[in-house]
């Protein structure tokens, strides 16, 4: 059965902190994996990796991903109340399968 | 562009009754559509996807259906709601590869409580 473990499950931080967050996936068919992010109904598309050791960088948010240990890390730097939201990873399988994780809740006090 | 319509943005239904979600794609043709589920504080259970006019896979058993009437147009349905089939549904859509494989992009979802 395909697993995608998330952590932490929710963070709380003040703006200008720097956070990371985790994703371990254990899955067959293995494609690449996605990041995304979700502020109160419809996730937004952050980030995809394909190969690994190679960061992918959009503003403040970089991602990265290990392929032979299984997991992908997203960070945010000098993070803002805007951040605040539901971060999802998903593996993408062979035949357009997107598995997702439970999502780690990340929350921005002022 | 690509627009995805999603309705209604919030239902109420009492156990027992029929249901019918409605999701349609605008600015493309052929698209993979995905129906998602999310309970509170979990993440999104894919419930079904279709690469095609009356194509549908299920992923899990389940109290519901799915259909693809048109390319663009994939319907999510129940003949008798159970509770636990309240939840956050998600449509989705993306495209059949090259750059947009795997981006899914989402709808404005639908609140379903079960009573």
């Known amino acids: 059965e395909d697993k995608v473990v998330q952590s932490p499950l929710s963070l709380v931080v003040h703006e200008g902190d720097t956070v990371t967050l985790n994703c371990s996936y254990e899955v067959t068919n293995f494609r690449s994996l996605l990041w995304y992010k979700q502020e109160k109904k419809a996730p937004t598309f952050l980030f995809m990796l394909t190969s690994s050791g190679i960061e992918k960088k959009s503003g403040r948010l970089s991602s990265i991903l290990d392929k032979k240990e299984l997991f992908s890390i997203l960070n945010i730097t000098a993070t803002q109340t805007g951040d605040s939201a539901v971060y999802l990873c998903a593996p993408l399988l062979y035949g357009n399968k997107l598995v997702f994780g439970a999502g780690t809740i990340l929350r921005v006090k002022s | 562009s690509q627009t995805i319509h999603q309705w209604p943005a919030t239902l109420v239904q009492p156990v027992g009754s029929p249901l019918s979600l409605e999701c349609t794609v605008e600015?493309?043709?052929?698209?993979?559509l995905y129906w998602y589920r999310q309970a509170a504080g979990r993440g999104l259970q894919l419930l079904f996807y279709?690469?095609?006019?009356?194509?549908i896979s299920s992923e899990v058993p389940q109290n519901l259906s799915a259909s693809r009437p048109q390319d663009r147009q994939f319907i999510l349905s129940s003949k008798k709601l159970l509770l636990s089939d309240s939840g956050f549904y998600l449509c989705?859509?993306?495209?059949?590869?090259?750059?947009?494989?795997?981006?899914?992009?989402f709808g404005s979802g639908t609140q379903l409580s079960v009573l």
């Open positions: 600015g493309t043709s052929n698209p993979n």
């Open positions: 279709s690469v095609g006019i009356g194509q």
């Open positions: 989705a859509w993306s495209g059949q590869g090259g750059l947009y494989l795997g981006k899914l992009f």
